[in-house]
């Protein structure tokens, strides 16, 4: 009886054994294609008549169609059925005379489907690379709802009768079928009421929804929903870059409102001239910031802000400014052409524009706006910021006399490391 108890045990422990190895293994194969996805690029850029060199060293292959692309290295790649074979395993070069579009489905073991990499040919990019403070203000495209909350009505009783029907992030573009233009606009409709329910056309991230809300009267002639509003916004970034056509982008992130986190809609904007005021430097656990003055002006002002995306905010310029006129034009490095080691950034902290040394440390070819890792290193700025703080984001990044990207972020627990946007990503919006 012993005897059969322990043969059944042994059994179990192989069983269980087995199993264990089994499933390591299915997460091992797991691990691997979400790593060797990572490590991918979703989209490449090459140079229009430019040979773009590529080396990914991982055990893939890849099939691209043949016309209108050439393919160097790599062994020879093979042509098969008018597709070219690729080994990415090994390092291989693109090129094409004319601009385009393209696609290398890559497969693991030449069996499993990992993704499809789109390739497009660009003409040759050139920007100046600015690396100063401007202004930005813009208004919202419908009223923010930031928030709701407790109201006092004449009765002397509290309400709040926006409590779960309005939410944090809500942009109210109607009362009642009339659009609204701002605050004031919003104030005027709820307070010709006279306390009937109001009809609510607001925008919820994509949709546009109606809801019924009774205002509250709290004194004579004034009625409230209990919603608390914001239509514009303020504040100091980095001017990046603008291009032969005096388009611009800066940020590298999208202007976001401070109570709801969440990216801004605007329907306009104007880029000022600003100065930097002050520096509180990054510390362990604060992020630190530069504070700075804006002239709202009609002098002082130098363009439009018309896109607020995820990868920066970007207008045209109708005055270059002083600081940047003679500034000489910079090719832009793709991707491919970023190594890890020495760079520089561009700010102008401490009142004058200048390049700071920083070291890249890794590279994420796939994150929209943090894809660059870098450490600052030069003493100079260590010694005015701590690193990276906030209202550096746009400032360029320099490596090979090419700007090839632009702070987005800083490690709040190290103010020398930061993040940086590929300029690509910038380019494309």
Known sequence: MIKNKKKRLAKIRKWIAGGSLILGFCWGIFFSYYAIEEAIPDKIWIEKGKEENFNFHLPITGEMEQSGIEVFGNQSPKVEKDKIKLDLNESFSLKSKEQGSYSISCRLFGLIHIKEVAVEVIEKEQVVPCGIPVGIYVKTDGILIIGTGSIAGSDGMNYEPAENLVKSGDYVKTVDNQVIENKEDLIDKINQSQGNPVILGVMREDEYIRLKLQPVKTSENEYKL?????????????????????????????VSDMDTGTRVNLSEGTLYEAEV????????????????????????????????????????????PEEVEQVEWYSVGLKQDIKEGEATIISTVSGERKEYSIIITDLDY??????????????????????????????????????IGAVTHVFVQDASKGYGIFIENMLQH
């Open 277 to 320: 005021s002050g520096i509180t430097k990054g510390e362990k656990g604060n992020p630190g910031e530069i504070s700075g003055v804006i002239t709202y002006l009609e002098q002082y002002q130098l363009g439009t802000v018309e896109e607020n995306t995820n990868v920066g905010i970007y207008g045209n310029l109708g005055t270059i």
């Open 366 to 403: 796939n994150s929209e706006n943090k894809g660059i890792l870098f450490q600052v290193t030069d003493p100079e700025l260590i010694n005015l910021t701590g690193g990276i703080v906030q209202g550096m984001s746009g400032s360029p990044i320099i490596q090979n006399n090419k700007v």
């Open 226 to 254: 209990g919603i608390w509003v914001r239509d514009d916004l303020a504040g100091v970034g980095t001017l990046t870059f603008y291009d032969k056509n005096k388009s611009y982008g800066a940020l590298g992130h999208p």
